[in-house]
């Protein structure tokens, strides 16, 4: 058999028409599995997902007579009415409102905010809603796929997908407070988005739209829905996230080679004292200003960000020890933290 007998012979033209035939399906098959997975996952949490209308308080320095607004995006995550969104968008709102999918429209009650997170609780009261599932954001891995849904620039019940960029990064809030675990992604997300809900393929909520770096393609971010599992049930019972304060600001230290060793300390960072508040808790349990503090409840304090991870709500009014260093002698005192000022009513 010469070589053009056996390229046209039956069995090899059937192997190379089934090829040549099979490249497009499996190719076809892979989009319309993404497609399938996006839709779903759309058609699951869509209509939880509402527009949030906001007027905002008057601003004394610029005398307007009419209220600013603002604008931004929530979801439905119990079925008697409590939506979650940012608490940017809602901070200083005078009334808001959220309008569905559907057509509906209601008024929305601000149940509670907490700055520290961006996050916010809002209650409609409405014949009908669909929840979103939260999910479970410590599931998740790089590169897996993500749906955002909300309404960037007025452009209602808007889609966009991508995947998980990174994990575990850290955000800083309005507060100057650092918000943990946050997801990277590059789902692209534009004003009008935050407070929107970031989706798996199956549909749970897995974070909540926040920020985008200004400049930036691709970069964008979301608060776990972990952190919205600790913050909810916080918001509902009290409208705010109670924790703790000693009064002290500070700034995070390295400590010289010699100074550990000399002091036999575990960590070479540490947390430098620069002020104490009048009457705080620090005041009273006789913190000064060049005071290094090393520990906090037993745990080493190795930054500013991680004394404050650890004045959680759990440390309010109750003594806890704390150890700082003071002209190379280290000593332990004892402390109770108070709630922050501020944070006392915010509703």
Same mark, same amino acid.
């Given at each position: !058999?010469? !070589?053009?007998? /056996?390229?046209?012979?039956?069995? &090899?033209?059937?192997?190379?028409?089934? #090829?040549?035939?099979?490249?497009?399906?499996?190719?076809?098959?892979?989009?319309?599995?993404? @497609?399938?997975?996006?839709?779903?996952?759309?058609?699951?949490?869509?209509?939880?997902?509402?527009?949030?209308?906001?007027?905002?308080?008057?601003?004394?320095?610029? *005398?307007?007579?009419?209220?600013?607004?603002? @604008?931004?995006?929530?979801?439905?995550?119990?079925?008697?009415?409590? =939506? =979650?969104?940012?608490?940017?968008? $809602?901070?200083?709102?005078?009334?808001?409102?959220?309008?569905?999918?559907?057509?509906? @429209?209601?008024?929305?009650?601000?149940?509670?905010?907490?700055?520290?997170?961006? /996050?916010?609780?809002?209650? $409609?009261?409405?014949?009908?809603?669909?929840?979103?599932? /939260?999910?479970?954001?410590?599931?998740? *891995?790089?590169?897996?796929?993500?749906?955002? &849904?909300?309404?960037?620039?007025?452009?209602?019940?808007?889609?966009?997908?991508?995947?998980?960029?990174? /994990?575990?990064?850290? !955000?800083?809030?309005?507060?100057?407070?650092?918000?943990?675990?946050?997801?990277?992604?590059?789902?692209? =997300?534009?004003?009008?988005?935050?407070?929107?809900?970031?989706?798996?393929?199956?549909?749970?909520?897995?974070?909540?739209?926040?920020?985008?770096?200004?400049?930036?393609?691709? &970069?964008?971010?979301?608060?776990?829905?972990?952190?919205?599992?600790?913050?909810?049930? %916080?918001?509902?019972?009290?409208?705010?996230?109670?924790?703790?304060?000693?009064?002290?600001?500070?700034?995070? &230290? %390295?400590?010289? #080679?010699?100074?550990?060793?000399?002091?036999?300390?575990?960590?070479?960072?540490?947390?430098?004292?620069?002020?104490?508040?009048?009457?705080?808790?620090?005041?009273?349990?006789?913190?000064?200003?060049?005071?290094?503090?090393?520990?906090?409840?037993?745990?080493?304090?190795?930054?500013?960000?991680?004394?404050?991870?650890?004045?959680?709500?759990?440390?309010?009014?109750?003594?806890?020890?704390?150890? $700082?260093?003071?002209?190379?002698?280290?000593?332990? *005192?004892?402390?109770?933290?108070?709630?922050?000022?501020?944070?006392?009513?915010?509703?």
């Amino acid at each position: !058999m010469d !070589m053009l007998q /056996l390229l046209n012979s039956p069995g &090899i033209e059937t192997e190379r028409t089934n #090829t040549r035939l099979d490249e497009p399906d499996r190719s076809g098959g892979l989009l319309d599995a993404y @497609s399938v997975a996006v839709v779903g996952a759309v058609e699951r949490v869509g209509p939880s997902v509402a527009h949030v209308e906001v007027s905002l308080r008057s601003s004394p320095r610029r *005398r307007q007579a009419a209220p600013e607004k603002g @604008s931004g995006s929530a979801f439905v995550f119990t079925p008697d009415g409590f =939506l =979650l969104t940012n608490s940017h968008v $809602v901070e200083g709102a005078r009334s808001v409102r959220a309008s569905f999918p559907d057509g509906s @429209s209601y008024p929305a009650e601000v149940v509670g905010i907490d700055p520290d997170t961006d /996050l916010a609780v809002l209650r $409609v009261d409405a014949p009908i809603l669909v929840p979103a599932k /939260l999910g479970d954001s410590a599931r998740l *891995r790089p590169g897996q796929v993500v749906i955002a &849904i909300g309404n960037p620039l007025g452009f209602a019940s808007t889609v966009t997908s991508g995947v998980v960029s990174g /994990l575990g990064r850290t !955000m800083r809030s309005k507060t100057g407070r650092l918000i943990d675990s946050v997801i990277q992604t590059d789902a692209a =997300l534009n004003p009008g988005n935050s407070g929107g809900p970031l989706v798996d393929s199956r549909g749970d909520v897995v974070g909540i739209n926040t920020a985008i770096i200004a400049g930036a393609q691709g &970069i964008s971010f979301a608060v776990p829905v972990s952190t919205a599992h600790f913050v909810i049930p %916080q918001l509902i019972r009290d409208g705010r996230v109670r924790r703790g304060w000693i009064g002290v600001s500070g700034q995070t &230290i %390295q400590l010289s #080679t010699r100074r550990v060793q000399l002091s036999h300390l575990s960590a070479a960072r540490a947390v430098l004292v620069t002020d104490v508040a009048p009457r705080s808790p620090a005041e009273r349990a006789g913190l000064q200003q060049r005071d290094i503090i090393l520990a906090f409840g037993g745990a080493d304090v190795q930054s500013v960000d991680e004394l404050q991870r650890l004045l959680s709500h759990e440390v309010v009014n109750r003594k806890s020890e704390i150890t $700082v260093l003071r002209s190379g002698v280290r000593s332990t *005192r004892s402390v109770t933290p108070t709630e922050r000022p501020g944070h006392a009513d915010r509703r």
